[in-house]
């Protein structure tokens, strides 16, 4: 069973003078149980050797390891999963070409979400949830109601992501998301640990209050 709590997405534009890898081991340090490797500019080459040295520190601290759009990338260094949306490789292809896969899928509406559960998705990621600046090509948000239909619309888990810092978390878990997904709140703070700490203790202070 995947914990989907804290789902820590790597951004180099926004990590400053950490590596990857460092920045990685710091946020598994404070709490993240899933680590996604996002990187739009590298060559394959250079994508594939930091997708093996995130395996590596994956594998030893039994954190889940996704790779972002690569099926390629992510059957060669062997992650747990890929992550994709609608402009890479179809679900059903990818499922057919990886079953052993953990596969992700990127959707904002109810109807979206269903196909994608029926094309064999394993969780969804879910937004954008608020306005954010990480990622120019996240359409307009979607807000915490369409979070919470597409969760009721689904029996597989629901991560949100999309301009969610530490003090939106109540209203995406209050929502029924099963995991919150941070690419700036994290990677780009002062503490990559501290933020990271602060984000998986408020997530389960508010699932210990959840009806």
């Known amino acids: 069973m ?3 709590s804290l789902y820590v997405i790597t951004d180099r534009t926004i990590q400053g003078v950490l590596s990857t890898a460092l920045m990685v081991e710091q946020a598994m340090e404070g709490g993240a149980t899933v680590i996604q490797l996002r990187d739009k500019n590298a060559t394959s080459r250079v994508f594939l050797e930091e997708a093996l040295i995130i395996r590596e520190l994956t594998r030893k601290t039994g954190v889940s390891f996704i790779v972002n759009d ?3 990338i992510a059957l060669a260094c062997g992650a747990d999963g890929v992550h ?15 079953s052993g896969l953990i596969l992700g899928y990127s959707v904002d509406s109810v109807e979206k979400a269903q196909e994608a559960e029926r094309r064999g998705a394993s969780y969804l990621g879910v937004g954008t949830i608020f306005p954010t600046r990480t990622k120019m090509d996240a359409g307009n948000p979607i807000g915490t109601e369409m979070l919470r239909a597409i969760k009721r619309a689904v029996k597989i888990p629901v991560v949100a992501i999309g301009g969610i810092s530490l003090s939106l978390v109540d209203e995406v878990i209050q929502a029924g998301a099963d995991g919150v997904a941070v690419i700036s709140a994290v990677v780009g ?15 389960r202070i508010l699932r210990s209050n959840r009806p």
């Open 2 to 4: 995947i914990d989907y």
């Open 70 to 72: 690569r099926i390629d």
């Open 84 to 98: 994709l949306g609608e402009e890479d490789i179809p679900l059903s292809f990818a499922r057919r070409i990886a």
């Open 189 to 203: 703070a002062p503490s990559v640990v501290g933020a990271a700490r602060e984000f998986r203790e408020k997530i």
